[in-house]
């Protein structure tokens, strides 16, 4: 056994060493870089649920509500109730550009949501955007309401008509009525 470590020990054999470091830090590396990975959809995971929770919030509720025979005139001023949805999804927007939510369990939780309700606003926030001469407002809405149309249609799922869409808001007033009736 001595000879045997002697010999291991001899300069020719150092690059058994140095082949047995390198494969060590490259497995170090790999499970660190798949720790990075899981912690990043854990935190995916965690933001999407918060996300929902505020989705089942009585503002957010109310605000989903209020779309029912409020269809007012496209003035550029966005109502509360509008203001209130429309930043809730500018917010996931951005979510999901900084990397803290993942683009697809964003749509295939509130696709249909996101989709009805950007069809709902989009007159109302091109006109707030040409009235305060800023292309960005609500930039972010904008962007997963195209992340979603390009979802829908890799799966064959087409754009709502105006006919669907006045049953979405009908259906979306009822469920946030629904939900808050519901006794805490």
């Known amino acids: 056994m001595n000879e045997l470590l002697s010999a291991l020990g001899a300069p020719e054999w150092q690059w058994i060493w140095s082949a047995m470091q390198t494969l060590a830090l490259v497995t170090g590396f790999f499970f660190v870089v798949r720790q990075i990975k899981l912690a990043q959809q854990q935190n995916s995971i965690s933001h999407l649920n918060y996300f929902r929770e505020l989705w089942l919030s009585e503002p957010i509720l109310r605000a989903r509500q209020s779309f029912l025979g409020n269809s007012s005139e496209v003035d550029g001023n966005l109502r509360p109730h509008e203001d209130t949805i429309a930043q809730y999804f500018n917010d996931i927007g951005i979510a999901i550009r900084t990397g803290q939510v993942d683009e697809g369990h964003v749509v295939r939780f509130f696709g249909y949501f996101i989709e009805g309700f950007w069809l709902s606003?989009?007159?109302?926030?091109?006109?707030?955007?040409?009235?305060?001469?800023?292309?960005?407002?609500?930039?972010?809405?904008?962007?997963?309401?195209e992340l979603v149309i390009s979802a829908n249609a890799k799966n064959g799922i087409a754009p709502f008509t105006q006919a669907r869409l006045t049953v979405f808001v009908r259906e979306e007033a009822g469920l946030a009525r629904f939900y808050l009736n519901i006794p805490g």
Do not use: A, M, N, W
């Not at 606003?121 to 309401?145: A, M, N, W």
């Open 121 to 145: 606003l989009v007159d109302q926030i091109k006109r707030c955007r040409e009235t305060t001469s800023d292309p960005s407002i609500y930039g972010s809405f904008e962007h997963l309401y």
